[in-house]
């Protein structure tokens, strides 16, 4: 069955340390994997996907198919990466699986 | 461009009965998604349309359904409604559907049912 899960619901970190968000993933196929983020009061919105292999706002992903890892990682948190991260998983068109989510908490 | 757009924002119904959502996806985007968000079981993937077709459905009854028209824009309906249906729903669109396209979400609709 397909999963993706985020072993952490809540994720305090100071700023200026770094912060990585875990995901992990079951999916027998070869996956497409995406970090989507929701600022307060603001709609979810694409961070970033596997297959750009890019850094958006200071993140990075790299895709571990041995682990089924996507961890997202940051160097120095700054107070406004405060949000709520979710990983995704796409295996077939738009069909969408959703991890429950993790709140970052970034502490000035 | 004009984001996604969802109507109505919020909504208050009684078990039983049923009710219609609408979402107006971007120009030019032949892909519709609807998602379920609830505080405990998350983001649920509930059906995905293209070109008036329904092409993924989620593990949900058969009491959700969903239809899309000729101008992309979608509707989802439950019927016979349940207290577990008080949710948070987005729909979200995209250009041709393919798996590795980004997803744009609306503002969601949020379903209370009494």
């Known amino acids: 069955a397909q999963r993706v899960t985020q072993p952490e619901k809540l994720l305090s970190v100071f700023k200026g340390a770094p912060v990585e968000l875990k995901c992990n993933y079951s999916?027998?196929?070869?996956?497409?994997l995406f970090w989507y983020v929701q600022y307060s009061r603001q709609r979810l919105q694409l961070l970033l996907r596997?297959?750009s292999r890019e850094s958006i706002k200071g993140f990075t992903a790299d895709l571990n198919k041995g682990e089924t890892s996507f961890h997202l990682k940051k160097p120095f948190a700054q107070e406004e990466d405060s949000a709520m991260y979710y990983c995704?998983?796409?295996?077939?068109?738009?069909?969408?699986?959703f991890g429950p989510g993790t709140s970052l908490s970034v502490i000035p | 461009k004009a984001g996604v757009t969802q109507t109505p924002r919020y909504l208050i119904k009684t078990r039983g009965q049923q009710v219609t959502l609408s979402c107006s996806p971007i120009?030019?985007?032949?892909?519709v998604s609807w998602y379920q968000q609830t505080p405990g079981q998350g983001l649920q993937f509930l059906f995905e349309?293209?070109?008036?077709?329904?092409?993924n459905k989620g593990n949900f009854p058969g009491r959700f359904s969903g239809r899309q028209f000729s101008n992309s824009r979608s509707e989802m309906n439950v019927s016979t409604l349940e207290l577990g249906d008080s949710a948070l729903y987005l729909c979200?669109?995209?250009?041709?559907?393919?798996?590795?396209?980004?997803?744009?979400f609306g503002p969601g609709t949020r379903l209370t049912v009494l």
């Open positions: 999916y027998s196929g070869s996956p497409e």
């Open positions: 349309y293209f070109s008036e077709t329904q092409r």
């Open positions: 979200a669109s995209s250009t041709d559907g393919r798996g590795n396209n980004e997803q744009f």
């Open positions: 596997h297959i």
């Open positions: 995704a998983l796409s295996t077939s068109y738009d069909k969408v699986i």
């Open positions: 120009s030019g985007h032949r892909s």
